[in-house]
């Protein structure tokens, strides 16, 4: 069994920053991509930003030059600092990871979500 485990969401008022923690632990052999995704009231589930193994990052325009996304390869922790936070942030935000397994195959893993929200 895998689990992910975000944390690190709250209330912040707009221009302020927030810094989400995603632990994976259990079966692991190796991640491949991480990366974090939110969802709004109303509104399908969005990219905010992932992360290979080796470093590469992706981000969506609307975050670009906000946040900034990093891992932990030892500790199978990927993070997202989020900084010049406006109520069009808030949301809850989801971790996933693309898992290899110790025993064999390989899955994709989500988290159950952190709050993040910002008041104008």
């Known amino acids: 069994q895998v689990q992910l485990v975000e944390s690190g969401g709250g209330l912040v008022q707009a221009g302020g920053s927030l810094k989400l923690s995603c632990v994976a632990s259990?079966?692991?052999?190796?991640?491949?991509?991480m990366g974090w995704y939110r969802q709004a009231p109303g509104k399908e589930r969005e990219l905010v930003a992932t992360?290979?193994?080796?470093?590469?990052?992706n981000y969506a325009d609307s975050v670009k030059g906000r946040f900034t996304i990093s891992r932990n390869n030892n500790k199978n922790t990927v993070y997202l600092q989020m900084d010049s936070l406006n109520p069009e942030d808030t949301a809850v935000y989801y971790c996933?990871?693309?898992?290899?397994?110790?025993?064999?195959?390989?899955?994709?893993?989500w988290g159950s979500g952190t709050q993040v929200t910002v008041s104008p």
């Open positions: 992360i290979a193994d080796r470093g590469a990052t």
């Open positions: 996933n990871a693309d898992i290899n397994y110790t025993v064999m195959g390989r899955g994709s893993k």
């Open positions: 259990g079966s692991i052999f190796w991640i491949n991509n």
